[in-house]
């Protein structure tokens, strides 16, 4: 959500900023929920003893996934599954880690590889539109900053335009991303709960079903916010009209 403290001096309280604080609070809500739910699943040990890279090798090798490879990266909450490279990429704190964290994160990013293997739709889409969407991304925060100061100075509203163009093209690409992450974690609790090897008890199934929920609603927040921005600046640009 950019520029909206300078922008807020020159309009009124609307529906569409209501909303667009609205979401801004349930999303930190909902962060701060994610963050302490996985911090509090890292610390519970998986029963079977594996670390997260090796949860991700065995469900790839379970879905006769041969040429995907596990690797560590850097950072916090860096977990992705890359498709150009088919690599399932985990942070230090997954790869290596014997949690239940660590295993839910691991067969999340697998379930993308499984999805990759069986050409699942929606990430055939997303996957596609990925170039597009991000020189929409580079566009979106500076014609958003120069429209608005166009039009409140100008009344020129061909920039501001263009940036709601591309802020459209993100918040389309956010809610594509929504069902390739719930299928992902679908796919991979499904996994879980038909291997005893890795996870051994039914409630070690749960705090990782709890653990996935959470995750994939910071997807959900993370859609409406845009939404929400887009609206806002559709409202702006109506308004200066």
């Given at each position: 959500?950019?520029?909206?403290?300078?922008?807020?001096?020159?309009?009124?309280?609307?529906?569409?900023?209501?909303?667009?604080?609205?979401?801004?609070?349930?999303?930190?809500?909902?962060?701060?929920?994610?963050?302490?739910?996985?911090?509090?699943?890292?610390?519970?040990?998986?029963?079977?003893?594996?670390?997260?890279?090796?949860?991700?090798?065995?469900?790839?090798?379970?879905?006769?996934?041969?040429?995907?490879?596990?690797?560590?990266?850097?950072?916090?909450?860096?977990?992705?599954?890359?498709?150009?490279?088919?690599?399932?990429?985990?942070?230090?704190?997954?790869?290596?880690?014997?949690?239940?964290?660590?295993?839910?994160?691991?067969?999340?990013?697998?379930?993308?590889?499984?999805?990759?293997?069986?050409?699942?739709?929606?990430?055939s889409l997303r996957?596609?539109?990925?170039?597009?969407?991000?020189?929409?991304?580079?566009?979106?925060?500076?014609?958003?900053?120069?429209?608005?100061?166009?039009?409140?100075?100008?009344?020129?509203?061909?920039?501001?335009?263009?940036?709601?163009?591309?802020?459209?093209?993100?918040?389309?690409?956010?809610?594509?991303?929504?069902?390739v992450e719930f299928?992902?974690?679908?796919?991979?609790?499904?996994?879980?709960?038909?291997?005893?090897?890795?996870?051994?008890?039914?409630?070690?199934?749960?705090?990782?079903?709890?653990?996935?929920?959470?995750?994939?609603?910071?997807?959900?927040?993370?859609?409406?916010?845009?939404?929400?921005?887009?609206l806002y600046y559709?409202?702006?640009?109506?308004?200066?009209?």
């Open positions: 959500m950019v520029h909206f403290s300078f922008i807020t001096a020159y309009i009124g309280f609307s529906s569409a900023w209501v909303l667009m604080i609205g979401v801004a609070l349930v999303s930190f809500i909902v962060q701060s929920r994610f963050k302490s739910k996985f911090q509090k699943y890292a610390e519970i040990p998986l029963s079977s003893g594996l670390t997260g890279a090796e949860v991700a090798q065995k469900m790839l090798r379970d879905n006769g996934i041969l040429d995907v490879q596990v690797i560590s990266v850097e950072g916090q909450l860096t977990d992705h599954y890359n498709p150009e490279n088919k690599t399932v990429n985990l942070s230090p704190d997954v790869y290596y880690s014997r949690s239940v964290a660590a295993a839910a994160v691991a067969a999340h990013e697998c379930g993308h590889a499984v999805q990759h293997a069986k050409a699942y739709s929606w990430l996957t596609a539109i990925v170039p597009v969407i991000s020189v929409a991304s580079r566009l979106v925060q500076w014609t958003l900053m120069i429209g608005v100061m166009l039009m409140i100075f100008a009344i020129n509203p061909y920039i501001l335009i263009i940036g709601i163009a591309a802020l459209a093209l993100v918040t389309l690409f956010s809610f594509i991303t929504l069902p299928d992902a974690s679908q796919r991979a609790l499904a996994w879980l709960n038909n291997n005893y090897s890795v996870m051994q008890s039914s409630e070690e199934h749960e705090q990782a079903k709890d653990a996935l929920w959470w995750a994939a609603m910071t997807y959900v927040v993370a859609a409406l916010g845009s939404l929400a921005t887009l559709i409202s702006f640009l109506n308004r200066r009209n």
